[in-house]
Structure formats: structure tokens, C-alpha cells
């Protein structure tokens, strides 16, 4: 699969697919998924992440010009900026269909996902102001005295470094878009908290829960979960860090040393010899926990690939026909979301959470 054929199924299929049905016109809001039998969405709730994620989806797709992308992007800005926003700076978690919250949880996760959503689909002097201000409420409600960012305020465990990874992502989508450098400055403050307190140097392995010190958890035998399509996700990501503080004084060295380590640990036991997929949950020490294999990490290697060929064994076009396996043919622009041993699993609904995947693999391929 080229990257031109996966942009034309991004842009002919899916993204029209899910303006079309995808969309709650009506609500003004997004749907949580689509049933590839009668694209119909069985959700009795709305969720911080999907509003942000397809926000940053539909404002890709109006950049290329496809119908009504710009009135959804418009849409999410407004839910974002109406239902979601509340009195004290921070967002809601959850949402009844009627759009009003039912859980007010601050979900760092999630507000990572909103700040995204600004840098990508409201660059303007507005989106500007409304992303500080997430930046502010961040600073204000999340820092851990242990190091890092709590997970939610209230607070949650286990840490994960799963909302960190995605603030570094959004941390640097807003440094693109509106060029201040105090994106930056919070981008090196991650970088070297992966470098020193998340990345297991030793095993050459990412854990992906932690306890209030920030230390792995472990069982037993004292091995720890990791899970092969966040390394690909943070080998993107640091590989971005690098190109965007390139006039900054920064570990360069030991960055490069990790993205070695993640690729190198994610080639070698994240990748099904079956089936050629990356595998969901490993042990550090490569033996299996969860079978079988999601869209979303197909979608991180194929980002890896394109930005480290030397360091993925799959260039991007076999990483991009692997992830091409995922799309369904009975109902263009919806995909299988498991993959199994004997083949996909085709009775799920495709959940629009992983559109932002796609679109971000599909749009690196571009750039």
C-alpha cells in the first residue's frame, strides 16, 4: 500500500463516511462509534476524547478540502468550547446525548487531547488564548510532587506514562501552530522525565503503570507491563522533539539512545510472527499478556517507519499494507478494530477514537 493510496481512502472513504453519520448534526457533537451494520452508534454517552480527537480529524480533512470538514471542525471547537469548557478553567469527562456533563473528572489525558485540538484546528488568535489556558489549568491542577503529572484530579492510580506521552504530543502540535516557546519549554521538561524516571534504560523497555513514586509496577516475578505500540509512539514523538528544538541546547545523545532502545525492544518481541501485526501487552521480557493485535499500534509503526526507516525492519509501505489489512471492505471508511489470530474481529463497531490514529499515520505519510 503507497501512502497515496492510503491519503485516497482517508479522504474518499472515511473521513466523508464519518462526516456523513459520524456526526450528530442535529446535537452539535460527535458519535462515540459506527455499527457496520447500518452505520448507527449505540452510545448513551459522549466523551472528552472523541469531541477532541475528531475535532483535530475533521480539521485535517477540511485542509484537504473534503465537504462539510470545516463545519464539523467548527462543531467540535464549539462543544469544546460550550459543553466541555467549565466555570473553573478545566473540562468534563463525560456527557449525557444532551451534550451536559454527568462526570466531572479532569482527565490529564484528555485535556492533552483538547490542547491538540487547538493547535490543529483553531491557529488563529483565539485558538491561542484557548490553548494557554489549558496549558494554565495543566500547571495549576496536574503537577505530582513525585515527579511528572497525575492522572486525574481527583487524583487516580496506577500513573501511566500513557498522558504524559500525549502531552508531549500536544505540547509540540502547539509549539507548531502558534510558535511559543513556552510549548517547548514543558515539552523538555517531559523529554527529561522520560529520559530519567519513565524509560527502563536497563531493560530497554517503556512501563506503562507506575505507583505514586513513579515506579514501575511489577508482579511477582517482577516483571512489568509494557506494550510495543507505545515505543513506536514515543520514537515519533522524540524524533519530532528533535526536529522542533533543533536550535536548543538538548540531550540529543541520549535521545537518540532511547529511540535505539524502543525500536530495538519493539521489533524484537512486539511483532506477531504469525501474522507480521504488532502485538497489544507484553511482559519486559517478551512474553505475551493480551493476544492478538489493535489497529492503533499498526498505525504507530507505520509513523516509526516513516521517520526511522533504519530502526523498523518493515519499511513504511509494508508497515502501511499491514495497517491496510484493518480496513473493511463491506462498508468503506469503517475498519476492523481487533485483529486475532484466525483474522479480524468483524462484528465490533469501528470506534471514532481511531480516526485520529489513521489520520495522523495517514498524514505523516503526506508530510
Known amino acids: 500500500m503507497t501512502a497515496e493510496s492510503a491519503t485516497d481512502w482517508l479522504t474518499r472513504s472515511a473521513w466523508p463516511l464519518w462526516l456523513a453519520h459520524g456526526v450528530d448534526w442535529e446535537a452539535g457533537a460527535f ?7 447500518g452505520l448507527t452508534c449505540s452510545a448513551r454517552f459522549r ?7 475528531q ?18 471542525t467548527a462543531l467540535g471547537l464549539d462543544f469544546l468550547r460550550r459543553h466541555a469548557r467549565q466555570p473553573d478553567g478545566g473540562y468534563a469527562w463525560r456527557f449525557g446525548l444532551d451534550n451536559a456533563p454527568i462526570d466531572q473528572t479532569r482527565d490529564l489525558y484528555d485535556h492533552a487531547f483538547v490542547l491538540l485540538a487547538y493547535a490543529t484546528a483553531a491557529p488563529d488568535a483565539r485558538g491561542a488564548a484557548d490553548a494557554r489556558a489549558v496549558l494554565a489549568y495543566i500547571e495549576a491542577h496536574f503537577p505530582h510532587d513525585q515527579g511528572g503529572f497525575h492522572e486525574a484530579v481527583p487524583p487516580a492510580l496506577p500513573r501511566r506514562q500513557n498522558p504524559h506521552m500525549h502531552l508531549l504530543e500536544a505540547l509540540l502540535a502547539a509549539h507548531a501552530a502558534f510558535g511559543d516557546p513556552v510549548y517547548l519549554d514543558h515539552a523538555d521538561g517531559l523529554v527529561d522525565l522520560f529520559l530519567d524516571r519513565l524509560l527502563n534504560h536497563e531493560a530497554g523497555v517503556l512501563p506503562e503503570f507506575f505507583d505514586a513514586a513513579l515506579l514501575p509496577e511489577r508482579d511477582p516475578e517482577a516483571r512489568f507491563l509494557f506494550e510495543p ?7 515519533w514523538l522524540l524524533d519530532w522533539y528533535l526536529r522542533a528544538a533543533v536550535d536548543r541546547e538538548v540531550r540529543d545523545i541520549d535521545i537518540e539512545g532511547a529511540i535505539r532502545l524502543l525500536l530495538r525492544h519493539a521489533e524484537r518481541w512486539g511483532i506477531d510472527p504469525a501474522t507480521g501485526l504488532v502485538r497489544d501487552v507484553l511482559m519486559d521480557d517478551g512474553s505475551v499478556v493480551q493476544g492478538g493485535s489493535r489497529l492503533w499500534p499498526q498505525t504507530e509503526r507505520v509513523k516509526a517507519a516513516i521517520r526511522r526507516p533504519r530502526l523498523v ?14 480496513f473493511r471492505e463491506d462498508v468503506p471508511g469503517l475498519w476492523y478494530e481487533h485483529w486475532r489470530a484466525d483474522g479480524p474481529v468483524s462484528g ?3 470506534p471514532a477514537s481511531s480516526l485520529y490514529h489513521l489520520t495522523c499515520a495517514i498524514m505523516e505519510g503526506e508530510g
Do not use: I, K, Q
Open 31 to 37: 458519535r462515540e462509534h459506527l455499527a457496520p451494520d
Open 348 to 350: 465490533e463497531p469501528s
Open 47 to 53: 466523551r472528552l476524547r472523541v469531541a477532541a480527537r
Open 55 to 72: 475535532t483535530y480529524v475533521f480539521a485535517h480533512a477540511a485542509r484537504a478540502g473534503v465537504p462539510l470538514a470545516a463545519d464539523a
Open 229 to 235: 505500540g507505545h515505543h513506536y509512539e514515543w520514537a
Open 313 to 326: 525492519r518493515a519499511d513504511a509501505r509494508a508497515c502501511l499494507g499491514l495497517m491496510r489489512r484493518y
